[in-house]
Nanobody
Framework: HVQLVESGGGSVQAGGSLRLSCVVT????????LGWFRQAPGKERETVAR???????SYADSVKGRFTISDDASKNTLYLEMSSLKPEDTAMYFC????????????????????WGRGTQVTVS
């Protein structure tokens, strides 16, 4: 019922840009807690950017100033704008939803994930 489908990956030269998209179905998008993650061969999965409680945005230090997370609620779509790409950005990129819990209102977990997309490959050379 729930699907998250990423697109927009590809191969680019260092210094180039890409925009990743994640189309979300089966969830109430306006209440979803969403983020972008990546995993490269031989490395652990890394949180890249997230939109948490109250829409607060956070970024990994390694991408801050280069990546921007945004969305278009009318299209149920999450975006990741990536610029000044580096070879170390090479990875499979995933979008995913965080679980919510109730604490005088719905709050996004920062660690407990619910649904995952299948990923889109980004290769920077």
């Amino acid at each position: 019922h729930v699907q998250l489908v990423e697109s927009g990956g590809g191969s680019v030269q260092a210094g180039g840009s890409l925009r990743l998209s994640c189309v979300v179905t089966g969830l109430t998008y306006s209440r979803a807690c969403l983020g972008w993650f990546r995993q490269a061969p031989g490395k652990e999965r890394e949180t890249v950017a997230r939109m948490g409680t109250r829409g607060i945005v956070s970024y990994a230090d390694s991408v801050k100033g280069r990546f921007t997370i945004s969305d278009d609620a009318s299209k149920n779509t999450l975006y990741l704008e990536m610029s000044s790409l580096k070879p170390e950005d090479t990875a499979m990129y995933f979008c995913a939803s965080y679980r919510r819990f109730y604490a005088r209102g719905w709050v996004c977990s920062t660690i407990d994930m619910e649904y995952w997309g299948r990923g889109t490959q980004v290769t920077v050379s």
